[in-house]
Nanobody, 128 residues
Framework: QLQLVESGGGLVQPGGSLRLSCAAS????????IGWFRQFPGKEREGVSC????????KYADSVKGRFTISRDNANNTVYLQMNSLKPEDTAVYYCAATSDLFRFRLCVLSIGPYGYWGQGTQVTVSS
C-alpha cells in the first residue's frame, strides 16, 4: 500500500522553527517529485515548496522564500521541510504529496494537479 506520512508539526512561538518530515512507505520516492502544501481553514490548499526527483529543481512560494528549506533523503525515503522564522500566518495543516508524472521532466510544480499521493496532514500552529 502506497502511503505518505507527515510528522513534525506542533505548536511553536513566532520566530521559532519546526522541521516537517514526509516518509513514504510501499514505494520508493526516487522517481517522484514531492510537494509540500498547506491549507488554511475554509481555504483551498496552496503550494509551499516542492522538489524534483533528483533534487535539481526546487521551488518555494513567495511567502516562505528565505525562511523554509526543502530537502530529500532518497536513501531513507523521506522529504523534509525546515521551517524557520515562523509567523502566525504560517498556521495551517501541512500536507506532503508525490507525483511520478514529472519524473521525465526533472522538475516539480507548486500546483495540486499532478500530485496523486497525499499524506494525512500535520497541524502547525504558530502562536505566543
Amino acid at each position: 500500500q502506497l502511503q505518505l506520512v507527515e510528522s513534525g508539526g506542533g505548536l511553536v512561538q513566532p520566530g521559532g522553527s519546526l522541521r516537517l518530515s514526509c516518509a513514504a512507505s510501499g514505494f520508493t520516492l526516487n522517481y517522484y517529485s514531492i510537494g509540500w502544501f498547506r491549507q488554511f481553514p475554509g481555504k483551498e490548499r496552496e503550494g509551499v515548496s516542492c522538489i524534483s526527483s533528483g533534487g535539481g529543481s526546487i521551488k518555494y512560494a513567495d511567502s516562505v522564500k528565505g525562511r523554509f528549506t526543502i530537502s530529500r533523503d532518497n536513501a531513507n525515503n523521506t522529504v523534509y521541510l525546515q521551517m524557520n522564522s515562523l509567523k502566525p500566518e504560517d498556521t495551517a495543516v501541512y500536507y506532503c504529496a508525490a507525483t511520478s508524472d514529472l519524473f521525465r521532466f526533472r522538475l516539480c510544480v507548486l500546483s495540486i494537479g499532478p500530485y496523486g499521493y497525499w499524506g494525512q496532514g500535520t497541524q502547525v500552529t504558530v502562536s505566543s
